[in-house]
C-alpha cells in the first residue's frame, strides 16, 4: 500500500469544474466547483436528496456531466467507462454478489485485472485479514451479519487499490453503537493506506467526527467547504448555521465596524459585540448567530460573565442525559436555546420554570451572518 | 384443484371464528373429502391408461395381470420410435431457440428502459400465450405456405419456437424485473466491461430462470399437437401425432405404455423446473434481506 502522506494542499486529486447535471427538468447538480485534495478523508454532507449520490455517481462513471469536467490527476475523466476509472465505490446496498462466497467477492475486482494468481491470492488473503473477515472466507453474503457484510463490501473494493474510494452513506444501515465503532475503524483504515476517501452522508455528527473537510450541499449547489471546525464555528450563510448543529439567530442591524468588531444593534438582546468574520457594512440587516453551549445561563442577579448578556424568563428544560437544553423566552423579542452540561448527579438545574435568568457569553462566541 | 382447496380453507377458517372445535374437524374431513375427489377428477384417467400400460391382456378392457409386455412391444415399432425421436429432435431444438430468443427479448424490455416501441413490443411477445393454439397454427401454416417453405421438421420447429418464445420471456422477465441493479454497477466498477458483466454477474443468477423457462418450453414442444398438425408434413411425423392416428385405428395396449413413458418424460421435467424456481424465489429473498437495511 501507498506510504502514509500528509495532506498535501498542491495539485488537488479530483476537481468538479463547473459541474451541472439534470434529470429531466429536475436540476440534481448545478454549476458545481470542488477541489478534493490527496489523501484526504472528504465527507459530502446535505439533507435527502440534495444530490450527494449523484456527484458520486458522477465520479464513479454512472453518470455523465451536462455540463463541466471532472479532473482526476489532472486529466478530464468524462468519457472514460465506470471499468476504466482509478475508483471504486462502495455502494449504500453493499451490492455483494450473492453467488460468489466472501472470498470470491473480493478477489472479483482483481480478476479483472491482469494480475499472476498468486499476487491475486496473497492480495485476498492480506485485505480479508485486514478487515477480520478470513474465517468467514468460505460463507455466502446472505450467511454473513451487517457489520460483516459492511467489511466485505470495504475489502472488495479497496483491495482494488483505488486511486478514490467512494462511500455512499455505508454506515446508514448499522446500529448507533456499532456506527461509532466503525466511523473510527474508517478513519484509521483511511490514514493506514492512504488513500483518498469521499463519504457521503447526512449525518452532520458523522461528517464531523470523520472526515478532514466537509462539503456542505444545498439543493444541488455548493453551500460551504472547509474543516470540520471551521463549519461550525464560522459558517458561511443562515443555511449552513441552521444545518449543521444547533443555532440561535437573532437580527439586528450593523451600527460600526471596525478592524475587530462589529456592532449589531438588536431588538432582542440590545447591541451586541461580534468579532470580524463575514463582511459587514454600516446599516447592514444580518443576524447574529450563537451556538447553543457558548451561552452561560444563570439566575438573575448572579454575576454575568463575558462581553454579552441579556435576560429573561426560563419556559422550559429538556433533559437529553448528558446535558440540558434550556428554552428562555428574552425580555425583547424572540426567544434562545442554552445547551449546558450537567455536571451534577443530583437533580438540580441552573433555574427552575418561569424563573427570571441571565445569559450571557464572552464576545468572541457569537458570529455575523448575512440576513 | 388448489382454488377448491383455498376455498375450503377460507370456509373452514370463518367457520373457526363462530363454531366449537368438533365442527372444524368435521369441516377439515370435508376438506380432505373434496381434495380427494378432485385429484381423482384430475388424475383417475392418467392412473388408469398407466395401469392398463402395465396389462398383460391384449384385450383394453380385461386385466390380465402385470406386464411390460407392451414396453418390449414398443421398442419394435419404428415408427413409434422414429416419431418419439423426430418429437424430441423439436423439442430440443426449438427449446433452446425459443430459450435464447425469449432470454433476448426479457433483457430488452426490462434493460433498454424505455425505447420506443416498448408497450407494443411486449404486448406482441406475449400475445402468443394467450391467443388459441388453432389461430397460431392456422397463421403458421399460411405463413409457410405463402413463403413457400416446406411443411416438415423445420417448419414445426420454428412453430414451436414462436410458441414456447413467450413462455421463456415471462419467466426470465420476472427474475429480471426483481434483480438488483447495483450488483451490475458494482461489477461495473470492479472493473468489468458491459459483455463481462453480463456474464460474470447477471447471468449465474438468472440461470435458474432460463433453465426452468427452457424446460417449461421443451415439455410445450413435446406436448403439442395442434400446431404441429398444421405444420408438420410426410417424414415429420410428431409423437402426439402419430399416437392419435393410432388410436383412430382402435386403442393398442401399447399406445398406454407409449403415453405413460412421455408423462414420465414431462412429470420429471416439471418438477425439476418447479425446484428450479422455488430456488431462485428463495435466493431472490435472500437477496432482498440482504439489500434490506436491518
Ligand atoms: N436517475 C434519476 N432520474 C431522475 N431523477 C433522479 C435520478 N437520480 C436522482 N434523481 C433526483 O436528483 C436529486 C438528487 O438525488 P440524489 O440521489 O443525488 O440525492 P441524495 O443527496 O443522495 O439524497 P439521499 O440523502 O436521500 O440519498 C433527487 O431529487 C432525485 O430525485
Ligand atoms: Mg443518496
Known amino acids: 500500500m501507498a506510504e502514509q502522506t500528509i495532506v498535501s494542499s498542491g495539485k488537488p486529486l479530483v476537481r468538479f469544474e463547473s459541474v451541472s447535471k439534470r434529470f429531466g427538468t429536475h436540476v440534481a447538480v448545478e454549476n458545481f466547483t470542488l477541489d478534493i485534495r490527496r489523501n484526504e478523508f472528504f465527507a459530502l454532507l446535505g439533507p435527502s436528496g440534495c444530490g450527494k449520490t449523484t456527484l458520486l455517481r458522477l465520479l464513479a462513471g454512472f453518470e455523465t456531466p451536462d455540463e463541466g469536467r471532472i479532473l482526476l490527476d489532472g486529466e478530464d475523466i468524462g468519457a472514460l467507462p465506470p471499468y476504466l476509472r482509478p475508483v471504486n465505490m462502495m455502494f449504500q446496498s453493499y451490492a455483494l454478489f450473492p453467488h460468489l462466497s466472501v472470498a470470491g467477492n473480493v478477489a472479483f475486482g482483481l480478476k479483472q485485472e491482469a494480475l499472476p494468481r498468486e499476487e491475486r491470492k496473497q492480495r485476498v488473503a492480506e485485505m480479508l485479514a485486514m478487515m477480520r473477515m478470513d474465517e468467514f472466507a468460505d460463507r455466502k453474503p446472505h450467511q454473513l451479519s451487517g457489520g460483516q457484510r459492511q467489511r466485505v463490501a470495504l475489502a472488495r473494493a479497496l483491495v482494488k487499490r483505488p486511486k478514490v474510494f467512494l462511500l455512499d452513506e455505508p454506515l446508514a444501515a448499522l446500529d448507533k453503537?456499532?456506527?461509532?465503532?466503525?466511523?473510527?475503524?474508517?478513519?484509521?483504515?483511511?490514514?493506514?493506506?492512504?488513500?483518498?476517501?469521499?463519504?457521503?452522508?447526512?449525518?452532520?455528527?458523522?461528517?464531523?467526527?470523520?472526515?478532514?473537510?466537509?462539503?456542505?450541499?444545498?439543493?444541488?449547489?455548493?453551500?460551504?467547504?472547509?474543516?470540520?471546525?471551521?463549519?461550525?464555528?464560522?459558517?458561511?450563510?443562515?443555511?449552513?448555521?441552521?444545518?449543521?448543529?444547533?443555532?440561535?439567530?437573532?437580527?439586528?442591524?450593523?451600527?460600526?465596524?471596525?478592524?475587530?468588531?462589529?456592532?449589531?444593534?438588536?431588538?432582542?438582546?440590545?447591541?451586541?459585540?461580534?468579532?470580524?468574520?463575514?463582511?459587514?457594512?454600516?446599516?447592514?440587516?444580518?443576524?447574529?448567530?450563537?451556538?447553543?453551549?457558548?451561552?452561560?445561563?444563570?439566575?438573575?442577579?448572579?454575576?454575568?460573565?463575558?462581553?454579552?448578556?441579556?435576560?429573561?424568563?426560563?419556559?422550559?428544560?429538556?433533559?437529553?442525559?448528558?446535558?440540558?437544553?434550556?428554552?428562555?423566552?428574552?425580555?425583547?423579542?424572540?426567544?434562545?436555546?442554552i445547551s449546558s452540561v450537567n455536571v451534577s448527579r443530583k437533580g438540580e438545574t441552573v433555574a427552575s420554570k418561569g424563573e427570571r435568568v441571565t445569559l450571557s457569553w464572552s464576545a468572541d462566541a457569537a458570529a455575523v451572518l448575512a440576513q | 384443484m388448489i382454488a377448491i382447496k383455498s376455498a375450503f380453507k377460507t370456509k373452514a377458517k370463518t367457520a373457526a371464528k363462530t363454531a366449537a372445535a368438533p365442527r372444524l374437524t368435521s369441516i377439515s374431513r370435508f376438506n380432505i373429502a373434496a381434495i380427494s375427489a378432485g385429484l381423482a377428477f384430475l388424475y383417475l384417467p392418467i392412473a388408469i391408461l398407466v395401469l392398463y400400460s402395465f396389462n398383460g391382456s391384449r384385450s383394453v378392457a380385461v386385466w390380465g395381470g402385470w406386464s411390460l409386455r407392451w414396453y418390449r412391444e414398443l421398442l419394435h415399432d419404428s415408427a413409434m420410435i422414429e416419431a418419439a425421436w423426430t418429437s424430441?429432435?423439436?423439442?430440443?431444438?426449438?427449446?433452446?431457440?425459443?430459450?435464447?430468443?425469449?432470454?433476448?427479448?426479457?433483457?430488452?424490455?426490462?434493460?433498454?428502459?424505455?425505447?420506443?416501441?416498448?408497450?407494443?413490443?411486449?404486448?406482441?411477445?406475449?400475445?402468443?400465450?394467450?391467443?388459441?393454439?388453432?389461430?397460431?397454427?392456422?397463421?403458421?401454416?399460411?405463413?409457410?405456405?405463402?413463403?413457400?417453405?416446406?411443411?416438415?421438421?423445420?417448419?414445426?420447429?420454428?412453430?414451436?419456437?414462436?410458441?414456447?418464445?413467450c413462455f421463456v420471456a415471462a419467466i426470465v422477465q420476472a427474475r429480471l424485473?426483481?434483480?438488483?441493479?447495483?450488483?451490475?454497477?458494482?461489477?461495473?466498477?470492479?472493473?468489468?466491461?458491459?459483455?463481462?458483466?453480463?456474464?460474470?454477474?447477471?447471468?449465474?443468477?438468472?440461470?435458474?430462470?432460463?433453465?426452468?423457462?427452457?424446460?417449461?418450453?421443451?415439455?410445450?414442444?413435446?406436448?403439442?399437437?395442434?400446431?404441429?398438425?398444421?405444420?408438420?408434413?410426410?417424414?415429420?411425423?410428431?409423437?402426439?401425432?402419430?399416437?392419435?392416428?393410432?388410436?383412430?385405428?382402435?386403442?393398442?395396449?401399447?399406445?398406454?405404455?407409449?403415453?405413460?413413458?412421455?408423462?414420465?418424460?414431462?412429470?420429471?421435467?416439471?418438477?425439476?423446473?418447479?425446484?428450479?424456481?422455488?430456488?431462485?424465489?428463495?435466493?431472490?429473498?435472500?437477496?432482498?434481506?440482504?439489500?434490506?437495511?436491518?
Not at chain 1, 453551549?293 to 448528558?322: P, Q, T
Not at chain 2, 433483457?107 to 402468443?128: H, K, V
Not at chain 2, 415429420?236 to 388410436?247: C, N
Open chain 1, 177 to 337: 453503537k456499532l456506527r461509532t465503532q466503525t466511523q473510527l475503524e474508517l478513519r484509521e483504515l483511511q490514514k493506514k493506506l492512504g488513500v483518498t476517501f469521499v463519504i457521503v452522508t447526512h449525518d452532520q455528527e458523522e461528517a464531523m467526527t470523520m472526515a478532514d473537510r466537509i462539503a456542505v450541499m444545498n439543493g444541488g449547489r455548493l453551500a460551504q467547504v472547509a474543516a470540520p471546525r471551521e463549519i461550525y464555528e464560522h459558517p458561511k450563510s443562515r443555511w449552513v448555521a441552521e444545518f449543521v448543529g444547533d443555532v440561535n439567530l437573532i437580527e439586528g442591524v450593523v451600527s460600526a465596524v471596525d478592524a475587530q468588531e462589529t456592532v449589531v444593534e438588536t431588538a432582542a438582546a440590545g447591541q451586541m459585540r461580534v468579532p470580524q468574520g463575514n463582511a459587514a457594512h454600516r446599516g447592514d440587516r444580518v443576524l447574529v448567530a450563537i451556538r447553543p453551549e457558548k451561552v452561560a445561563i444563570a439566575r438573575e442577579g448572579a454575576s454575568a460573565h463575558g462581553g454579552n448578556s441579556v435576560s429573561g424568563i426560563l419556559r422550559d428544560i429538556e433533559y437529553f442525559g448528558g446535558s440540558s437544553v434550556y428554552k428562555v423566552k428574552l425580555d425583547g423579542p424572540g426567544s434562545m436555546r
Open chain 2, 88 to 165: 424430441l429432435g423439436l423439442a430440443l431444438f426449438s427449446a433452446s431457440a425459443a430459450t435464447i430468443l425469449g432470454t433476448l427479448a426479457a433483457l430488452a424490455l426490462t434493460r433498454i428502459g424505455r425505447f420506443r416501441g416498448r408497450l407494443p413490443f411486449s404486448a406482441m411477445i406475449y400475445a402468443p400465450l394467450v391467443l388459441p393454439e388453432v389461430i397460431i397454427g392456422l397463421a403458421l401454416l399460411l405463413l409457410f405456405v405463402a413463403v413457400d417453405f416446406d411443411r416438415g421438421f423445420w417448419a414445426t420447429a420454428l412453430a414451436h419456437t414462436t410458441l414456447t418464445l
Open chain 2, 177 to 294: 424485473v426483481d434483480f438488483d441493479r447495483s450488483l451490475e454497477e458494482a461489477a461495473m466498477d470492479l472493473g468489468c466491461s458491459p459483455l463481462r458483466t453480463f456474464l460474470t454477474v447477471t447471468l449465474p443468477l438468472i440461470v435458474p430462470a432460463i433453465a426452468a423457462g427452457w424446460m417449461l418450453a421443451f415439455t410445450l414442444s413435446l406436448d403439442d399437437f395442434v400446431i404441429a398438425s398444421f405444420t408438420t408434413g410426410p417424414g415429420a411425423t410428431t409423437l402426439p401425432i402419430r399416437i392419435y392416428s393410432q388410436v383412430r385405428l382402435g386403442v393398442k395396449p401399447e399406445t398406454n405404455a407409449i403415453c405413460t413413458l412421455m408423462i414420465a418424460v414431462v412429470a420429471l421435467i416439471v418438477v425439476t423446473a418447479s425446484l428450479l424456481s422455488k430456488r431462485y424465489a428463495m435466493s431472490g429473498e435472500r437477496a432482498a434481506a440482504l439489500g434490506a437495511p436491518m
